[in-house]
């Protein structure tokens, strides 16, 4: 069974370009979540899809940061434009299941972003 | 709000020596709790899970209890290997099935 897959590993850009990463999750996985892991620190959620629907946003910072996830699959992650404060692991993860406690989640590799 | 304190690493041992990596809690309700590692290079994975108190999670000789009267998860293991070298995350899951995570803790095990 083929695992979390995301695009790009690794990103470098200047300050104020926009980006994007994108998710796959494994088939069959209703659950995605966006999570970003800064240097030393453990990864902080950013957003939560149920299919379609963000059904947990709080902690995007909307002013700059956008995500889709068209047809309950695959998912983008957006950043425009980006700030040096942006360079961090960004990571996706799926879930087989909601409801509390799951827990379960299946990471990607993640996207390394360096913005200079 | 919910929240997973972890002892600060590295922490550095030479093969076949006992660990323990503290993880304590603050929750509302009756949370599960996780152990997710990172190994150099690759994705984090889940290591092992308790989802009562009393529980123990278990797998690859790592065990954890959830105890709730001392709100702790501690991560043990009685001989580390080198391969066990990876960054260890603990973490809470609640009702809004979301994970916090712990700030990690750096293992590494010398030959």
């Known amino acids: 069974e083929a695992g979390v897959v995301q695009s790009p590993r690794y990103k470098i850009i200047e300050k104020k370009q926009p980006v994007a990463f994108w998710c796959n999750p494994i088939?069959?996985?209703?659950?995605l979540y966006w999570y970003r892991q800064n240097l030393g620190q453990g990864p902080e959620l950013l957003i939560r899809y149920e299919n379609e629907e963000a059904v947990d946003d709080s902690q995007l910072p909307k002013d700059r940061f956008s995500a889709e996830r068209l047809k309950g699959v695959d998912s983008t992650l957006k950043i425009q434009p980006a700030e040096l404060g942006d360079s961090a692991v960004y990571l996706c993860a799926s879930s087989p299941k909601g409801g509390r406690g799951a827990g379960e989640l299946f990471f990607g590799e993640g996207s390394r972003l360096t913005v200079l | 709000g919910n929240s997973v304190t972890q002892m600060e690493g590295p922490v550095t041992l030479s093969e076949e020596a006992f660990l323990t990596i503290n993880c304590t809690y603050t929750a509302t309700g009756y949370p599960s709790l996780f152990w997710y590692v990172q190994y150099p290079g690759e994705g984090l994975q889940l290591l092992l899970k308790?989802?009562?108190?009393?529980d123990k999670g278990s797998n690859k000789g790592f065990e954890a209890t959830y105890r709730k009267e001392t709100t702790s998860f501690h991560l043990e293991k009685g001989s580390v290997q080198v391969s066990d070298s990876a960054v260890y995350f603990c973490?809470?899951?609640?009702?809004?099935?979301?994970?916090?995570f712990g700030t990690g803790t750096l293992l590494a095990v010398q030959p």
């Open positions: 973490a809470l899951g609640g009702a809004t099935n979301k994970l916090i």
């Open positions: 088939s069959g996985h209703n659950t």
């Open positions: 308790a989802t009562k108190a009393d």
